[in-house]
């Protein structure tokens, strides 16, 4: 199954994570099938490709509750 999730970058203590799609079995750092935008939760400034995440959403791709709640806050999903 296809998972919408965050994948970690930056530096210790300096996070920043990038929304993307990949199989819930592989690993958090794992290579991803695409990238559809970042997050950075000590700015709290994320950027997200809306029409690539519809487009996901519709082919049956579940996302993770943090990045449901970044979706509702970016007002894509109600």
Known sequence: MLKMRLK???RK???SYRVVVMP????RDG???QELGYYNPITKEFKL???SILKRLDQGVKP???V???L???KILK
């Open 64 to 66: 993770t509750e943090t």
């Open 24 to 27: 819930s079995t592989s690993r």
């Open 31 to 33: 290579k991803p099938i």
């Open 72 to 74: 509702i806050k970016a």
């Open 8 to 10: 970690r970058g930056g």
């Open 49 to 51: 490709d809306t029409e």
């Open 13 to 15: 203590r300096l996070p």
């Open 68 to 70: 449901k709640n970044l």
